[in-house]
């Protein structure tokens, strides 16, 4: 590998490694995640372990780091930010049989992808399990890689033991990847046992370190079963109820940049003779038809549909570089260049449309007038493209100008991934307004807490000393509370104890204080995002402004529902 390209591989990880790492603490963990993180600081503190866990990986990992350096928003999301970057550096093993462009596109893919970073940056086990499948599956079909043959053991041990206590995403992985194979009839013509035999030995190396993280080195002896709870969790969503919005809808609101790109990947695939880039496209479409008719899939799940995705990209980008002559580079650039910016005027005007029923002194605020004048607009840049490939058709060859088109508009769309990604990681993780967000904890909550901080300091309580009360809340809202007050280890209760330095109630449910003694002070708890986020009013005659005002501005048409707490204390 050569120094320059030694130096892009380190800049993407470094990317990759900022995007996940940096600020794991600017929100408070959501209710799903507070869940995973109690189970695992109450193992730390030795108050038991949960009889089974979906990701025995996390729930003792977790126990492990809560007890080195204390519980944490941001050391509760530490194991999957690695993960999300360990995926992201993947397809290093794919290095020589994508190509150096095709390894580092698909790289991009996964470093700039709004759902792996999400993922990335939350307590669940999504990536934790997929980055264990991904890379066995890679291994089996770069079996015949002599580059990977010292590390190879090493690997599958690895990815063993990842995929088995990973979590259930995982088995979504591996099945649609074993569909792949068979399908695809891999190992035709070789010794499959001997194969299997090479693989024998590190598989149950890998199936002894899931025992041993299971059983918590023998700090959790109910875990031997542990090895199957991420299998046995798998299994029970196929019969559950759906957890969020569609999957689909998420690849297809978050993605269009890997979209984009794996459809020029399938064209070349299809075109090929060679058969792994079919068997990609198998990976791939399996594990997202998987993930659509399982019913209790989470929303964040489609991110274990990346790494094939990406992989895919990867091959397309490799097969467009290679029809790009040297001497073409600058003229390229240029053209891409060009692309690109023709397409900022239709995002413009897209945002102008979108604020149609704001601005009633444009065109009398008709939102199809406006719509139509913008349809006309794009048709006139559609013109201009076709005017601006006929200009570079003097110094490019055809084939370079339409490459040139297609990667102008993929720069656009990195953009509009990347805002989605920052929104989704930084900017919307209070409001619920993503749809990958359903349920969030408000920052709130800290407010909450330095409350209950100052008024224990002015009494003279030390945390635990204070005895703090939960009484009828939500279950959302009660994992929130418990989380966020966990140096107090407050305690859930039937009725009003009489006891009690702090009771913490529902707003405006009927749990009131027993008498005049106790003061009351307001927090907002979770909140739920909006049911009806982007949605065309009509299509015949176009308007689409409210659907456009969330893509650019996140603006809901409706509110977000919140749960508000009392936080009561004795006057």
């Not at 695939?269 to 479409?285: E, H, N, Q, Y």
């Not at 009771?503 to 002070?521: F, K, R, S």
Request: with cysteine.
């Amino acid at each position: 590998m050569s120094r320059k390209l030694q130096g892009l591989w380190i800049g993407l990880l470094i990317i990759a490694a900022a995007s996940r790492l940096t600020a794991l603490a600017w929100m408070p963990l959501a209710p799903d995640e507070a869940t995973r993180a109690l189970a695992a600081l109450d193992a730390a503190r030795g108050e038991g372990w949960p009889a089974s866990a979906e990701s025995p990986l996390l729930l003792v990992g977790n126990a492990v780091l809560f007890g080195v350096f204390g519980a944490g928003d941001g050391i509760a999301r530490l194991l999957p930010a690695m993960a999300g970057v360990a995926l992201a550096a993947l397809p290093l093993l794919w290095r020589r049989r994508l190509g150096d462009v095709g390894a580092l596109a698909a790289a991009g893919i996964l470093t700039v992808s709004p759902l792996a970073l999400l993922a990335g940056r939350r307590v669940e086990p999504t990536l934790l399990g997929a980055l264990g499948a991904g890379g066995l599956i890679s291994l089996a079909l770069l079996h015949d890689d002599d580059a990977l043959a010292a590390w190879r053991p090493v690997l599958v041990a690895g990815g063993v033991t990842l995929a088995v206590v990973g979590g259930p995403s995982a088995y979504d992985v591996l099945l649609a990847g074993a569909l792949a194979l068979a399908f695809a009839s891999f190992g035709a013509g070789e010794n499959r046992l001997a194969v299997a035999r090479e693989w024998a030995r590190p598989t149950l190396w890998g199936l002894a370190g899931a025992l041993m993280i299971s059983v918590g080195l023998g700090a959790r002896w109910s875990g031997w079963s542990g090895p199957l709870d991420g299998l046995a969790a798998w299994l029970a969503s196929w019969r559950g109820t759906d957890l969020g919005p569609a999957s689909l809808s998420l690849l297809l609101l978050y993605e269009p940049l890997a979209l984009l790109l794996a459809l020029v990947g399938l064209g070349y695939a299809l075109r090929d003779t060679v058969p792994l880039p079919k068997m990609l496209i198998f990976w791939s479409g399996i594990l997202v038809l998987v993930l659509v008719i399982r019913p209790a899939a989470a929303p964040t799940g489609m991110a274990s549909a990346l790494l094939p995705l990406a992989l895919l990209v990867g091959y397309g980008a490799q097969q467009l570089a290679a029809w790009v002559p040297g001497r073409s580079l600058k003229w390229l650039a240029l053209h891409i260049t060009v692309s690109a910016v023709l397409w900022v005027p239709v995002g413009l005007a897209l945002a102008s449309h979108s604020m149609a029923h704001t601005t009633p002194e444009v065109l009398n605020g008709n939102p199809a007038v406006q719509m139509a004048l913008v349809l006309v607009g794009m048709a006139i840049l559609v013109g201009l493209h076709v005017m601006l490939g006929i200009l570079f058709s003097m110094v490019l060859l055809p084939p370079v100008i339409w490459r040139g088109a297609l990667l102008g508009v993929a720069v656009m769309l990195l953009f509009l991934q990347g805002r989605f990604g920052v929104g989704m990681a930084f900017l919307n993780r209070a409001t619920a307004v993503e749809p990958g967000l359903d349920v969030v904890t408000s920052p709130d909550t800290r407010l909450l807490l330095r409350t209950v901080t100052d008024h224990a300091h002015v009494r003279g309580l030390r945390a635990d000393r204070t005895d703090i009360a939960l009484v009828g809340l939500s279950p959302e809202a009660l994992v929130a509370t418990r989380w966020t007050l966990r140096d107090y280890a407050p305690m859930e209760a039937v009725v009003w104890p009489d006891t009690a330095d702090f009771v913490i109630t529902p707003a405006g449910g009927d749990v009131q204080p027993p008498n005049a003694q106790w003061v009351g002070a307001r927090f907002v708890s979770v909140v739920r995002g909006p049911w009806s986020r982007f949605a065309c009013v009509s299509w015949v005659p176009p308007n689409c402004a409210r659907a456009l005002r969330w893509y650019f501005y996140r603006e809901a048409t409706t509110e977000s529902a919140r749960q508000e707490v009392l936080l009561w204390r004795r006057r």
